[in-house]
């Protein structure tokens, strides 16, 4: 991503109380992502009071702990991070938050909980299928859909009793997702004017992909048609 980070001049918390991008661990390209991007994020995302969160790429925990006091009161936060290291400082740092459950480990792989809102901070070519079964009714995930080379945008999907309803939001770039970036699963990428059209996620077990299909993967294709039916 060829980013350039400078050191502050010293750890006065001031010169990080703007919108710039905080390295996490620079060798990597790893970072805590930019706050005004993720303002609009949680404010599209809309989470409330008793909200189940799975909150997937938690870094060191900031974005968590702001969720987990959206979730209050009653709520929780099942924060994923596959990186070691960034896993044991989250530990710490979300001790003193209510209802943080930390699991160090690829979330592709492990069990989500029954979620109102999955909360993704890593590419994703395509998102797991387990992710979406995950979401109650009504829940919603949020996430950087990066299914092709140069393709990048913000993804608000919205679980209906039988419907995905998707919401393309902004341009993103973020780093991949293990487990969940393979873009050799692509089976027909889109141009970056047809993720704007997209207004459902389906998926193949339950409908194969119809001539409103812009991206085509083995378990899931988006479509311009609305979540019900084709577009009028």
């Known amino acids: 991503m060829n980013r350039r980070y400078i050191e502050t001049p010293s750890a006065n918390p001031v010169h990080i109380y703007q919108n710039v991008l905080v390295a996490l661990d620079a060798s990597k390209d790893i970072n805590n992502g ?9 404010g599209a995302a809309c989470p409330k009071a008793g909200d189940t969160i799975s909150h997937i790429g938690a870094g060191t925990g900031y974005y968590t702990a702001i969720l987990s006091l959206l979730a ?6 099942h924060a994923f991070e ?7 400082r989250a530990q710490e740092n979300l001790k003193p938050f209510e209802g943080v459950f930390l699991t160090q480990g690829d979330a592709t792989l492990l069990p989500l909980p029954a979620s109102d809102l999955i909360y993704v901070n890593a590419g994703v070519v395509v998102p797991p299928v387990a992710w979406l079964q995950a979401l109650k009714p009504g829940g919603r995930m949020i996430f950087p859909w990066q299914p092709a080379e140069g393709i990048g ?8 009793q039988s419907a995905f309803i998707a919401r393309p939001l902004m341009p993103v770039r973020f780093i991949p997702c293990i487990g969940a970036s393979d873009a050799r699963l692509c089976a027909r990428a889109p141009s970056m004017s047809e993720t704007r059209a997209i207004r459902s996620l389906r998926l193949t077990a339950d409908q194969a992909p119809d001539d409103t299909a812009v991206a085509i993967f083995p378990d899931v294709w988006f479509s311009t048609a609305g979540a019900h039916g084709p577009n009028p």
Do not use: D
Not at 34 to 42: K, R, T, V
Not at 82 to 88: G, K, P, Q, T
Not at 153 to 160: F, W
């Open 153 to 160: 945008v913000a993804m608000l999907v919205t679980r209906e």
């Open 72 to 77: 209050l009161p009653g709520g929780s936060v």
């Open 34 to 42: 930019e706050p005004l991007l993720h303002a609009s994020w949680i």
């Open 82 to 88: 596959i990186e070691e290291s960034l896993a044991r």
